[in-house]
T-cell receptor, first 119, second 113 residues
């Protein structure tokens, strides 16, 4: 158990709908990352938050948005869903420090993912 | 050309075999190299981490980085059925709170008893 909790585990919805995925990071971790995993694209970085602020953005579509709340949990909002959005969405957290050159052994602690199916 | 290339397999080996998993990359700025293991229906978990070039050994696992060839490897000795999983290489060119990892697509390994 990584200590990262994601809900829901499975979600089936229709095209055009909107869903929210939730992530609770490990206790004390300030950084939260969202990744999308599909068979053809592999694990793709979407966005990172650090202590409530957006820190890095990857291949995140404009239809997707995220935020990190004061209690450090994060939500990923996916709207106007398309068939191609069907994938596993992973949240990861990291005990990264406040910046600089320190890299905490590259360790991201991943949750078990939310499997989204768009019909 | 993708930044990180990894043969997806699947790779099937008998128990006790030596397994070699590899990734190539194109970004010469990558300095941090990792291997993650992902069991079915689970999230990836860190297996090995290497900074810059060289070898690192941890039990039955050895990670190698050759920056001149932009090539990294993971060797598994005396492979066990419990090693059956998908292995993802990952790399990064930054540290600190702005880091994010670029993953390979993963190689699915099956170790047969």
């Amino acid at each position: 158990d990584s200590g990262v909790t994601q809900t829901p585990k499975h979600l089936i919805t229709a095209t055009g709908q909107r869903v929210t995925l939730r992530c609770s990071p490990r206790s004390g971790d300030l950084s939260v990352y969202w990744y999308q995993q599909s068979l053809d694209q592999g694990l793709q970085f979407l966005i990172q938050y650090y202590n409530g602020e957006e820190r890095a953005k990857g291949n995140i579509l404009e239809r997707f948005s995220a935020q990190q709340f004061p209690d450090l949990h994060s939500e990923l909002n996916l709207s106007s869903l398309e068939l191609g959005d069907s994938a596993l969405y992973f949240c990861a957290s990291s005990p990264l420090g406040t910046g600089g050159a320190y890299w905490s052994a590259g360790e991201l602690f991943f949750g078990e993912g939310s499997r989204l199916t768009v019909l | 050309q993708k930044e990180v290339e990894q043969d997806p397999g699947p790779l099937s080996v008998p128990e006790g075999a030596i397994v070699s998993l590899n990734c190539t990359y194109s970004n010469s700025a990558f300095q941090y190299f990792m291997w993650y293991r992902q069991y079915s229906r689970k999230g990836p978990e860190l297996l090995m981490y290497t900074y810059s070039s060289g070898n690192k050994e941890d039990g039955r696992f050895t990670a190698q980085v050759d920056k001149s060839s932009k090539y990294i490897s993971l060797f598994i000795r005396d492979s066990q059925p419990s090693d059956s999983a998908t292995y993802l290489c990952a790399m990064s060119d930054v540290g600190g709170s702005q880091g994010n990892l670029i993953f390979g697509k993963g190689t699915k390994l099956s170790v047969k008893p």
